[in-house]
T-cell receptor, first 114, second 112 residues
Framework: KAGVTQTPRYLIKTRGQQVTLSCSPI?????VSWYQQTPGQGLQFLFE???????NKGNFPGRFSGRQFSNSRSEMNVSTLELGDSALYLC?????????????FGAGSRLTVL | LAKTTQPISMDSYEGQEVNITCSHN???????ITWYQQFPSQGPRFIIQ???TKVTNEVASLFIPADRKSSTLSLPRVSLSDTAVYYC?????????????FGRGTQLTVWP
């Protein structure tokens, strides 16, 4: 079955612009979570969506937002980009149910802010 | 959510067994222990998951003592391609799934 698909894979923006990243989870997975990875901060949780509702949110400013559609696909948006937003943005999906669950990650979207 | 503590880095040689220990003193009753592997510019990939005692799959073993306050990932006979960052995560499968704490992980470097 198809894995988690993230688009675009690479993008370059300038300060002040906004960006939208897309994530298509594995079919049947209802939970989608987003992470930011930088060399300095490691892998940090942004937010998680489940059945179109944001269920968990990390410690990021309001410039970072997201949403999930009825087909479980998710988008995240970063407005008023700053140089420090340059990072690898990872999306993960999970089949949420009873017991343990495992995250399946996409390849990521590499954002460079100039 | 239980945070974890792992060594920042480890070195090994090809063919050796590597053991990476993770400390999770605040693990809760419902928490599972999951290990992920990450190569540069890729998303983390699931390696193994366990709740107690020992779990083994085709790539690794996971040892969990009775008190579950730590766990050890064992990689048998590593190769150069096992050079990666390894993350230990603790959490349950419910509403806290999305807030799993990855931390910095352990950079494993395998030398020829």
């Amino acid at each position: 079955k198809a894995g988690v698909t993230q688009t675009p894979r690479y993008l370059i923006k300038t300060r002040g612009q906004q960006v939208t990243l897309s994530c298509s989870p594995i079919s049947g997975h209802r939970s989608v979570s987003w992470y930011q990875q930088t060399p300095g901060q490691g892998l940090q949780f942004l937010f998680e969506y489940f059945s179109e509702t944001q269920r968990n949110k990390g410690n990021f400013p309001g410039r970072f937002s997201g949403r999930q559609f009825s087909n479980s696909r998710s988008e995240m948006n970063v407005s008023t980009l700053e140089l420090g937003d340059s990072a690898l943005y990872l999306c993960a999906s999970s089949l949420v149910g009873r017991g343990a669950n495992v995250l399946t990650f996409g390849a990521g979207s590499r954002l460079t802010v100039l | 959510l239980a945070k974890t503590t792992q060594p920042i880095s480890m070195d090994s040689y090809e063919g050796q067994e590597v053991n990476i220990t993770c400390s999770h003193n605040n693990i809760a009753t419902n928490d599972y222990i999951t290990w992920y592997q990450q190569f540069p510019s890729q998303g983390p990939r699931f390696i193994i998951q366990g709740y107690k005692t020992k779990v083994t799959n085709e790539v690794a073993s996971l040892f969990i003592p009775a008190d579950r306050k730590s766990s050890t990932l064992s990689l048998p006979r590593v190769s150069l391609s096992d050079t990666a960052v390894y993350y230990c995560l603790v959490g349950d499968g419910g509403s806290t799934l999305g807030r799993l704490y990855f931390g910095r992980g352990t950079q494993l470097t395998v030398w020829p």
